[in-house]
């Protein structure tokens, strides 16, 4: 009997969440696992959907349960500024319909937390500090190396690119931001995204990136965040396609980004960088050193000389572009690898720990159902147990 229960819903904005997620009718209803015209006839407010049907559907469009009742059409879903730059993209540059998916799974998952916080009464982390496109750079790396609670010495201590980059991460779900990984997205198209909304804004990253690449995207985006501003950014190139004023706020990003990542007081601080300063001119292996040291990408040290005046402008694009073709070769090379992360591993990897904490516990704390559980984390239930093991222990 549960299961014929009708859902009466909106059916204004049971289309619009379709047409959203740019899907077409035929397709949605093959998802859904219905007729097309019976899913016209819901969006046209014909008949209703049954409450498990809804929650297919919900799961499919990826949008919180609670929309499909609002008496009209939210407009939290909001177009993000577009600052994705490529030679290797058309101008002008449309979302891809996976694009699109990931900017709305984002959007979803950021509601979700937010209605599990409040059902559960717990204080929204107070993420307050904002910044201005007006401030230093360098004061700012400073001062956000300082909100993340990073110092040098734990920076070089990091073994491998992935502790780095899980370090990074952690520090900013800390914050109180979700972090993101999308996978199915290539880099040309994406290198990152930001929903700067507060409380619990949200940072996508693409997976396909370098550990070192995220790394940046990650601070890159955060200074999105801080600036207020929801956005996707992309490999920039300076001078393609770009406004004067969305090149001076990308380069602002990259310039406090690749100055929390290797600020000024480590030039005086660090033995290694130290003992460049007096150099004339910075070779590749030197950079190499450095990179590895701070795990950091090669580009944001090229980056970071050009910002202390240490390289020039041409010579910065000239790195940058021989990096670039590194990075597309190799990614060629990993096309053609075998083999993976665990199940687990791999969910973590792309929903992070905040957010699941977060479902896991509303589900010991019986705030929501075992079933609502498995589709908030998108997973099968069988998985639930050794994802759980991953964030707590097997002692819980």
């Known amino acids: 009997m549960a299961n014929s229960v009708r859902a009466l819903i909106n059916p204004e904005l049971l289309k619009w969440a379709r047409e959203s997620a740019a899907i077409t009718v035929s397709l949605a209803a093959e998802k859904i696992k219905t007729k097309p015209d019976v899913l016209e006839d819901w969006e046209n407010g014909k008949a209703q959907p049954t409450f498990k049907q809804l929650l297919t559907i919900s799961h499919v469009y990826k949008r919180p349960l609670s929309l499909f009742y609002l008496s009209r059409i939210p407009n939290d879903f909001m177009p993000l500024r577009d600052y994705r730059r490529l030679p290797e993209v058309p101008s002008p540059f449309n979302e891809s319909p996976q694009l699109n998916l990931e900017i709305r799974k984002a959007y979803y998952r950021r509601q979700i937390a937010i209605e599990l916080m409040t059902m559960l009464e717990e204080s929204f982390p107070n993420l307050q500090y904002r910044i201005d496109i007006n401030k230093s750079p360098e004061i700012l790396g400073e001062k956000l190396r300082q909100l993340l609670d990073i110092s040098i010495e734990e920076q070089i201590s990091w073994k491998t690119d992935y502790e780095a980059l899980n370090e990074w991460r952690k520090k900013l779900e800390n914050l109180g931001v979700l972090v993101f990984q999308s996978e199915k ?212």
């Open 185 to 396: 997205i290539e880099v040309t198209e994406m290198r990152g995204f930001t929903i700067a909304d507060r409380p619990l804004p949200v940072i996508v990253v693409n997976k396909k990136d370098t550990p070192r690449g995220r790394i940046f995207s990650m601070l890159h985006e955060l200074v999105h965040v801080l600036l207020g501003e929801s956005s996707i950014s992309g490999s920039d190139q300076v001078g393609y396609h770009l406004t004067s004023k969305e090149q001076e706020v990308e380069v602002f990003c990259n310039f406090v980004a690749a100055t929390t990542l290797l600020p000024q007081s480590a030039f005086q601080t660090d033995e290694m960088l130290a003992s460049y300063e007096n150099r004339n001119e910075w070779n590749d292996d030197m950079v190499m050193e450095v990179a590895k040291r701070f795990n950091v990408s090669r580009e944001c040290i090229w980056r970071r000389l050009l910002t202390r005046k240490k390289i020039t402008i041409d010579a910065y694009q000239q790195k940058r572009n021989e990096l670039l073709k590194d990075f597309f070769a190799h990614r060629e090379k990993q096309k053609q690898a075998e083999g993976g992360p665990q199940y687990h591993v791999k969910v973590l990897s792309s929903i992070g720990t905040l957010y699941p904490e977060l479902v896991l516990n509303s589900y010991y704390r019986e705030k929501i159902t075992s079933n609502t559980l498995s589709e908030y984390l998108g997973v099968k239930l069988k998985h639930i147990s050794t994802i759980e093991n991953a964030l707590f222990g097997a002692a819980r």
